[in-house]
T-cell receptor, first 113, second 113 residues
Framework: DTAVSQTPKYLVTQMGNDKSIKCEQNLGHDTMYWYKQDSKKFLKIMFSYNNKELIINETVPNRFSPKSPDKAHLNLHINSLELGDSAVYFC????????????FGPGTRLTVT | AQSVTQLDSQVPVFEEAPVELRCNYSSSVSVYLFWYVQYPNQGLQLLLKYLSGSTLVKGINGFEAEFNKSQTSFHLRKPSVHISDTAEYFCAVSAVPDDKIIFGKGTRLHILP
């Protein structure tokens, strides 16, 4: 069983489109995250949710909107996609009682043309 | 705010030789420290973590790291590397207690035959 899963794995789309990435974890963790990894492998946190409540919201454009229907799911919707949004997006989850070690999904490679 | 610096962007090493990947952090409060590994086209996987207690931490795949508070370092070591260790390695720090982990820029471990 995959602990943290993301769909789709690859996403190719044109500028101006709206797209969503889905994430699910079956670890029973309370906290989930979205990260963006750029072409230089730099990993930057975007959002964090704890029990469906937004707790971290870094300086991310308003075009990015996370949604958490329940604590096992955290989706990322992106409006009006731009070339600079091309990256690999990782979902992660963590248990709050173990130093917030994080379990990562396989990533979604987004390419905006 | 805490920060983490990985001093080497790339480390070439011959197979079966020892390796050390360097990591320094900065924080005004107590920290948790982590090393993650990212194999090509995969998500990040936790190698080891330091929360408290013994400063020498053993992880998976024969890796270990030592927490040095006076030097604010958390270097990763392996006595004998294998070709399968080829990957990107990320050091990360989290303030105690905090939901956010800050990742370093990564060190690419390149194993030479």
């Amino acid at each position: 069983d995959t602990a943290v899963s993301q769909t789709p794995k690859y996403l190719v789309t044109q500028m101006g489109n709206d797209k969503s990435i889905k994430c699910e974890q079956n670890l029973g963790h309370d906290t989930m995250y979205w990260y963006k990894q750029d072409s230089k492998k730099f990993l930057k946190i975007m959002f964090s949710y704890n029990n469906k409540e937004l707790i971290i919201n870094e300086t991310v454009p308003n075009r990015f909107s996370p949604k958490s229907p329940d604590k096992a799911h955290l989706n990322l919707h992106i409006n009006s996609l731009e070339l600079g949004d091309s990256a690999v997006y990782f979902c992660a989850s963590s248990p709050r009682d173990r130093g917030y070690e994080q379990y990562f999904g396989p990533g979604t490679r987004l390419t905006v043309t | 705010a805490q920060s983490v610096t990985q001093l080497d962007s790339q480390v070439p090493v011959f197979e079966e030789a020892p390796v050390e990947l360097r990591c320094n952090y900065s924080s005004s409060v107590s920290v948790y420290l982590f090393w993650y590994v990212q194999y090509p086209n995969q998500g990040l996987q936790l190698l080891l973590k330091y929360l408290s207690g013994s400063t020498l931490v053993k992880g998976i795949n024969g890796f270990e790291a030592e927490f040095n508070k006076s030097q604010t370092s958390f270097h990763l070591r392996k006595p004998s590397v294998h070709i399968s260790d080829t990957a990107e390695y990320f050091c990360a720090v989290s303030a105690v207690p905090d939901d956010k982990i800050i990742f370093g820029k990564g060190t690419r471990l390149h194993i030479l035959p």
